[in-house]
């Protein structure tokens, strides 16, 4: 979970030139004080006064020590005028070395301004944070669901039809889903019959397996990665659709932040032009992230918008742009009819693209969010999901249900309210957790 944005290697990662030196201090050192008004400077004192006028920069001669010359001060002595602080003689200056150069991506998840080494520790450590903030995460899922399947194994010593019936109820009150509960206790069921599963850790361990092989192939259709776009392919085109109210606006927030961290351009197009609000949400997410964002007024034709974005994009040779899409599913053909033009506008600009189109769907409105995936799979070309507010729920099991009747990959997962709380989906993460 550590490595948001694959596309570039770690080896562009740490060559980027951002750990080298500068070749001149970041501060420049300050001119000499004016002499005190009290003390009137001698004929020579002036003249050399007059002399640093006509030759810039002012530089104090340096003490020889029989070495070599001492290094200037960056900061000359308060307690006497410049003169005499040149001529008097006393302990050699302190060379104070220039600031170390900061990357402007210091804060960047994989350390871009660190060492090999230290750029090593952060992703480990980095991984460790992001597993534990996804169980954390899924905390409230998995207590329901242990709750209820303790409740279901407790004094049972055997695996019986009756068990089976009430593992059936805890799976689907977990929101996993009738059709998606019913075939992995068909599954279960075999198992029994042919005494490969005999104890109750066998039937967990089942469960797990039959949760996990219903993830990992749903990765086979849609984008799972967008690795699968050759790195010459740029800007990477993201357009994010989903009806408003689900975390739409943001998760094009938190993807920018993430992706950006990394060390990549990134973009943001407001073509949600239907919605007033929809500029003035995206501007302070923008204003947030620090990342450019491309809008019109209320009303503008949003493939107008996308191409003004994608041009912008290439002129500054982004990575990565994000494409914000009207959120309304009530005015279904004229939806369509608007996606297929940014779609066809975007293909003649960068091709291939867009590369993804996302659907955000809110985990806590369960079932519900699944029916509107399966309104916009209709008209939206979906590659795959953002599932939103995972944190908030006792129902995670949603994401099982979405993978399984949609068949396309969960490709982030929102895990709170702050600026990187959004993850890769793993679904060997997700599983384990849910099961603890």
Not at 109 to 122: M, T
Not at 155 to 165: A, F, P, T, V
Not at 184 to 190: F, G, K, N, Q, S
Not at 241 to 261: D, E, F, M, P, S
Request: proline fraction near 7%; charged fraction near 25%.
């Amino acid at each position: 979970m550590g490595i948001f944005w694959r596309r570039k290697s770690k080896e562009q990662f740490v060559t980027l030139g951002l750990n080298e030196p500068q070749t001149k201090p970041v501060t420049e050192p300050p001119a000499p004080p004016e002499p005190p008004p009290q003390e009137r400077p001698t004929s020579d004192q002036a003249a050399q006064a007059k002399s640093s006028e006509i030759e810039p920069p002012p530089l104090l001669e340096p003490t020889p020590t029989g070495d070599s010359p001492t290094p200037i001060p960056i900061e000359p002595l308060k307690s006497a005028p410049p003169a005499m602080r040149a001529s008097e003689p006393g302990p050699a200056p302190v060379e104070r070395k220039p600031a170390s150069a900061r990357s402007a991506f210091s804060s960047s998840v994989l350390g871009l301004d660190l060492s090999v080494e230290e750029l090593q520790a952060r992703e480990a450590a980095l991984e460790q944070e992001f597993s534990a903030r996804f169980r954390r995460a899924v905390s409230a899922t998995r207590e329901s669901l242990s709750e209820r399947l303790d409740s279901v194994f407790v004094g049972r010593k055997q695996i019986d039809e009756e068990l089976l019936d009430q593992l059936e109820e805890a799976l689907i009150a977990a929101d996993i889903g009738v059709a998606t509960t019913l075939g992995v206790l068909e599954t279960v069921r075999r198992g029994v019959a042919r005494k490969q599963i005999n104890d109750l850790d066998a039937l967990k361990q089942a469960i797990k397996d039959e949760l996990l092989k219903i993830l990992r192939a749903s990765t086979e259709q849609g984008v799972a990665s967008e690795t699968s776009v050759p790195e010459n392919v740029s800007p990477y085109v993201m357009m994010i659709v989903g009806v408003n109210g689900v975390g739409k606006t943001t998760t094009i927030g938190k993807l920018a932040q993430r992706i950006k961290a990394e060390g990549n351009d990134v973009l943001i197009c407001a073509a949600d032009t239907f919605r007033a609000a929809a500029s003035d949400q995206l501007a302070i997410w923008a204003e947030r992230t620090g990342v450019p964002l491309i809008q019109q007024k209320q009303g503008t034709d949003p493939a107008a918008v996308l191409f003004d974005s994608l041009k912008a994009a290439k002129a500054r040779r982004s990575d990565v742009l994000i494409v914000d899409t009207a959120g309304r599913l009530h005015t279904k053909s004229n939806l369509m009819a608007e996606l297929e033009k940014m779609k066809r506008v975007a293909r003649r600009e960068v091709e291939g693209a867009p590369h993804e189109t996302l659907l955000v769907v809110d985990a806590v409105t369960g079932q519900n969010g699944l029916e509107q995936a399966r309104q916009f799979l209709k008209v939206a070309g979906v590659t795959g999901i953002v599932l939103t507010k995972l944190d908030g729920t006792a129902k995670g099991g949603i994401a099982v249900a979405i993978a399984k009747e949609l068949d396309l990959p969960i490709r982030y997962a929102g895990i709170g309210e702050k600026l990187d709380d959004l993850v890769v989906f793993d679904p060997n993460e997700y599983v384990n957790n849910l099961f603890g």
